[in-house]
């Protein structure tokens, strides 16, 4: 099955702790972005890999750090946790030369 | 500044009218308008896309309308269906693609 898989679906931490989000992508494609989208569905670009290079990155706290060990692979981390990163993130991906970008099922944090 | 914006920010109509949702652009330099659309509990999907060499695109029930004098555009949904129940967003981007704006999306609901 091609697609973007996103693991886990949903994380429930304590402030301050530490987590890891995974996303990989089977669509051979070389560009892959996170998102945050807030309850009020507001969709916030965070980051964007291409290749393995950061070629976008957006103002978001320093606690937030992208890990690509290859193409198809974009994980995402963040150190202490506070209230206000709970929220879905997206993994998204996308082909060079096409315009399309597909998301994958995204991963719902909630921050206690 | 939200460099692209929708209205409205949500949207009522009955099963068969035309649901028309606006989206207007701050940047000239923008080449590319895609609209996802995002089902509740599922991810945003690209449904339709347009760029400024044309001034409509129509695919079905959905066409866009672009007007790049005014920097607007509007999706025009007939015959709508409460299948179309969903959250359109409405972006932009310029050059590669490598980072769409996205506005804050219009909430759509067809009532049976």
């Known amino acids: 099955e091609t697609a973007v898989f996103q693991t886990p679906n949903y994380h429930v931490t304590q402030v301050g702790n530490e987590v890891s989000f995974n996303c990989k992508q089977t669509l051979g494609h070389d560009t892959m972005y996170w998102y945050k989208q807030d309850s009020k569905k507001l969709l916030k670009i965070m980051f964007s890999?291409?290749?393995?290079?950061?070629?976008v990155n957006e103002t978001v706290p320093r606690r937030f750090s992208p890990q690509s060990s290859d193409k198809a692979h974009l994980n995402l981390r963040i150190k202490s946790v506070e209230p206000e990163d709970s929220a879905v993130y997206l993994c998204?991906?996308?082909?060079?030369?096409?315009?399309?970008?597909?998301f994958g099922p995204g991963t719902r944090l909630l921050v206690l | 500044q939200q460099q692209v914006r929708q209205s409205p920010q949500s949207l009522t109509v009955w099963e068969g009218e035309t649901a028309i949702l606006n989206c207007s652009y701050e940047?000239?330099?923008?080449?590319?308008f895609p609209w996802y659309w995002q089902f509740p509990r599922e991810s945003p999907a690209l449904l339709i896309a347009?760029?400024?060499v044309s001034n409509k695109k129509e695919d079905g029930r959905f066409t866009i309308f672009f007007n790049k004098r005014e920097k607007k555009l509007s999706l025009h949904i007939t015959d709508s269906q409460p299948g179309d129940s969903a959250t359109y967003f409405c972006?932009?981007?310029?050059?590669?693609?490598?980072?769409?704006?996205w506005g804050l999306g219009t909430s759509l609901v067809v009532n049976p």
């Open positions: 972006a932009a981007s310029v050059g590669d693609n490598s980072k769409l704006i």
């Open positions: 940047d000239s330099t923008f080449d590319y």
């Open positions: 890999y291409n290749n393995k290079q950061l070629i």
């Open positions: 347009i760029r400024p």
């Open positions: 998204a991906s996308r082909l060079g030369n096409q315009d399309t970008q597909y």
